[in-house]
């Protein structure tokens, strides 16, 4: 089956003058399947944003190919199918919202595909339920939160009946609360609502939801696989400048001191059964 | 929870006969309004003129002081224009004060064209005190469509306005950051001579000019993410319709301003 992207030996070179290139992607390939969850770490200057920012054709590549369903992103006649299949949402809340009211802008994906108006309304009402926004629909964006604007913008997205969704460091400009709202969201678009989901980051927490975790440095890819498997080797994350959640530490650290953990556990809650496990265990013998 | 739309401007919701009416009515009629006051000279067509008004003023049930509030930049420039009538116009003398003769006809022109000038902000404000900036915009780019064949960018000007009016707030509240972040750090806005404080507002603007720029250009990509490639092809939710009330207001108001202008 054709993944929904295929990103085939891209590199990506920033061109600041003659003396400033900079290599932001150096030969990669990555194949986004259908429905599943991924995070993308890594730390600033990896190269996370620019491979996200290839997804949906805001950047070409300097070489090498993306793929969206099979369409180039070169293709300049395929850009605004790309565009609806693969949508985008931004780190700055407040730059991403064009119109004066919750409604409004949620509305502007689907009216500029053309959608007819009551079809449009089905949409916006069905997306703002979907982010837990309805009752907002008449604010302006200046009274809302950092995380009630950023859901705005994925309901904005979600009108547009995407397949797959990018974010581009969505929780980076927010607050604790705001930053919980919106990782609750997207873990429903990928669970219920079965949209792919890209999710860059470079909190460590939040890619232990994922169902897979890319890391990044350098412009490569440096690790990829399932979060338990990446997240089974903090040195190799410590060279890349990253964190280990804290309870994945906690957990190699107790088994570097000897203690046979069965798992590399992800959630506290997987780290208690783990322990809980292991004493019951101890006791019972 | 039910939050009051964008307030900028003088926007006043509620549901009045005038608030019903679709935007592009209300403009239209208040045009009218204005070239009938500049096409009457009788004061009796000015009286006609001025009912009309009143009546439109209560069918919009905005307080009639938030009305005449829309006056109040106007005042010095009403007393100008009256004075320079009362005193400079030739005619049937009716008194002097110093060297300055006041006459029967200085006042009779003073006063209509006082009058004038009052009907004409109160009906045009009347528009913006009764429609929301998002309808408004609606409206103006449907009014303008039609000038699309001679090159006018209906579409675009628009959207400049609706974007304008989001940023509003934004900026506003960015300004305010700058300011404190400035303060704090030893600036002072409010002594010194008006070139003084002119000058200590450029370490606000620079910042908020380079913020501003770098905006414009988050937003012009997230536009374009969003499929966004200007205004063909593109349809709107929210629908304006031409209603019976639209009708009946239109027909009424020009058939009355004819009368306002013919009989007298």
Not at chain 2, 58 to 68: C, G, I, L, Y
């Amino acid at each position: 089956m054709e993944p929904i992207i295929r990103i085939e030996n891209v590199s990506y070179t920033y061109e600041g003058g003659e003396q400033d290139q900079v290599e932001a992607l150096l030969d990669v390939n990555v194949r986004v399947d259908a429905g599943v969850f991924v995070a993308v770490i890594g730390h600033n200057g990896s190269g996370k944003s620019t491979l996200a920012k290839h997804m949906n054709a805001i950047l070409l590549p300097t070489r090498g190919d993306v793929y969206v369903l099979g369409m180039n992103t070169r293709d300049r006649s395929m850009l605004w199918n790309i565009r609806q299949t693969v949508g985008m949402v931004f780190q700055n809340p407040d730059n991403q919202i064009v119109a004066t009211t919750v409604e409004e802008d949620v509305a502007f994906g689907p009216e500029n595909l053309g959608v007819p108006p009551h079809e449009i309304r089905r949409r916006v009402d069905e997306a703002l339920t979907l982010v837990d926004m309805r009752g907002y629909e008449q604010a302006g964006p200046h009274q809302l939160s950092g995380g009630q604007k950023q859901r705005v913008a994925i309901a904005g997205v979600i009108a547009m009946r995407p397949k797959c969704i990018v974010l581009d460091e969505p929780t980076a400009m927010l607050d604790p609360v705001g930053r919980q709202e919106v990782l609750r969201t997207v873990r429903r678009l990928a669970s219920e609502e079965g949209i792919t989901v890209v999710h860059i980051t470079h909190f460590m927490s939040e890619a232990v939801m994922a169902d897979r975790v890319i890391v990044m440095d350098d412009g490569r890819i440096a690790l990829d696989g399932g979060p338990r498997e990446v997240f089974s080797s903090p040195d190799a994350l410590r060279r890349l400048q990253l964190d280990v959640p804290q309870v994945t530490e906690l957990a190699f650290e107790l088994s570097r001191r000897g203690v046979k953990m069965p798992r590399t556990p992800l959630t506290v809650k997987e780290l208690a059964e783990d322990v809980d496990a292991l004493l019951s265990g101890r006791y019972a013998r | 929870m039910r939050m009051p739309s964008v307030i900028v401007g003088q926007y006043i919701p509620g549901d009045s006969l005038l608030h019903r009416l679709d935007p592009r009515t209300k403009i239209m009629l208040s045009l009218a309004i204005v070239v009938a006051l500049f096409s009457v000279h009788s004061q009796w067509s000015y009286m006609m003129i001025g009912v009309l008004v009143l009546v439109a003023v209560a069918a919009s049930r905005v307080p009639f002081k938030m009305v005449v509030r829309g006056l109040r930049p106007i005042v010095f420039i009403l007393l100008l224009t009256f004075m320079l009538h009362l005193f400079m116009d030739p005619g049937e003398e009716l008194f002097v004060v110093w060297r300055l003769r006041a006459t029967r006809e200085g006042l009779a022109l003073g006063l209509t064209t006082a009058a004038r000038l009052i009907l004409l902000i109160m009906a045009t404000s009347l528009v913006t005190l009764t429609t929301s900036p998002i309808v408004f915009t609606d409206g103006l780019e449907k009014l303008l469509n039609p000038f699309r064949v001679i090159g006018l960018p209906a579409h675009e000007l628009a959207m400049m306005m609706t974007i304008a009016l989001r940023f509003i707030p934004t900026l506003l509240e960015e300004t305010d950051k700058i300011m404190k972040a400035q303060m704090a750090r030893g600036a002072d806005f409010d002594s010194g001579g008006l070139i003084t404080r002119a000058k200590a507002m450029i370490p606000i603007l620079v910042p908020l000019f380079v913020s501003a720029f770098r905006r414009a250009d988050e937003l012009a990509v997230a536009m374009e993410a969003r499929c966004y490639r200007g205004g063909a092809g593109r349809t709107r939710m929210r629908q304006l319709r031409l209603g019976a009330l639209d009708a009946i207001a239109a027909v009424g108001v020009v058939a009355y301003l004819t009368a306002a202008v013919v009989l007298f």
